[in-house]
């Protein structure tokens, strides 16, 4: 049997030699220097990866576990974090009650846009890392007990930008919900229309708009929910013809960034501008929710809304 001996090193009960000449200058010894703490850089990379996300905000590092089940809201300065469309849906469905539509709908690069890289790349690189094929999902789901139309955006594929994929997904769960006479949700994120698509994407904001008309006169709800950012072409079209608008705490709203409007109009903007309680304070909003309680509002603001309608029928239980 092999024996180890310990040394005094490894036992951390050596003594280090002092490197300090005495200041009384008699050449003996004097401090013994002190020993360096490893940088906190170093220190950091023990730990393991994936089991901590630093707060976007405040700096605070959140176990992962206790991240996920706040749904990526910071515990400590309540920071909202960008969510993904699907663990947004799964935070506000019932299990298996999500019926996805259109789930194979995927752009076509129609005007061969070629930039730094061609958009057919772009598509296929968001694609590939998103594991979405464009920037909504929509389908027909429950909530508590109503069934609702609903479509979420996701900010991590091509920022959310409206193409004709956007606008076509979102035009055919809108229809689809007139049809069946439900209500409907929209939760956007998005830096406005998609470049790559020119003109293609601008005529999204008249046919999502279009068939939320037909929607509302069939006097159906439409409850849009503003998370952040929420800005441009799709703020200038079905996010804020909500019969309800919502918006999550410190979300930036608006149509042109802060900078142009300040280049534009040549005044100072105020404290505030462009973020969810702003738009509260002057009515743009009606209410500002958090992502924890977004879902018993959302059904909450359902049973208003569709007092006295003959609901649709449950489907069976399990
Ligand atoms: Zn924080």
Same mark, same amino acid.
Not at 30 to 36: D, N, Q, Y
Not at 305 to 314: E, K, M, N, S, Y
């Given at each position: ?142 909530m ?41 949700i ?40 503003? &998370? ?66 977004l879902k018993?509002r959302l059904i909450?603001y359902l049973?208003?809304? &569709? ?12």
């Open positions: 049997m092999a024996t180890t001996s310990f040394t005094k090193k490894m036992l951390g009960l050596h003594t280090v030699k002092p490197d300090v000449p005495s200041p009384l200058g008699n050449g003996k010894p004097g401090f013994a220097k002190k020993l360096k703490l490893a940088p906190s850089k170093s220190k950091r990379k023990d730990i393991p990866e994936g089991l901590w996300t630093k707060c976007g905000k405040c700096g605070t590092m959140v176990f992962d576990k206790e991240w996920d089940e706040n749904l990526k809201v910071c515990p400590y300065c309540q920071y909202h974090s960008p969510i993904g469309a699907r663990e947004r849906i799964h935070s506000l469905v019932e299990t298996c009650t999500f019926e996805e539509m259109d789930a194979g709908m995927t752009s076509v690069d129609m005007l061969e846009f070629t930039g730094v890289a061609s958009y057919k790349s772009k598509l296929e690189d968001y694609q590939k890392s998103t594991g979405l094929k464009d920037a909504v999902v929509t389908g027909i789901c429950r508590g007990e109503h069934r609702a139309g609903l479509g979420v955006m996701d900010f991590s594929f091509l920022g959310g930008s409206m193409g004709s994929v956007v606008g076509e997904k979102l035009t055919r769960l809108i229809e689809r919900a007139t049809e069946k006479e439900l209500p409907l929209i939760v956007s994120t998005s830096g406005g229309a998609r470049m790559y698509e020119g003109m293609f994407s601008l005529m999204q904001m008249a046919k999502t708009c279009a068939a939320l008309a037909y929607h509302a006169k069939a006097r159906l709800p439409y409850i849009s929910v503003l &998370t952040h950012p929420t800005t441009a072409g799709v703020m200038a079209s079905y996010a804020s013809v909500g019969d309800l608008i919502l918006a999550e705490p410190g979300a930036m709203i608006g149509f042109a960034g802060p900078r142009v409007i300040k280049d534009t109009t040549q005044a100072e903007l105020p404290p505030g501008f462009q973020t969810a309680e702003f738009l509260l304070d002057r009515g743009l909003i009606d209410a500002i929710i958090p992502r924890k309680e018993s909450e049973g208003f809304l &569709t007092v006295g309608r003959v609901r649709a029928p449950l489907p069976a239980p399990e």
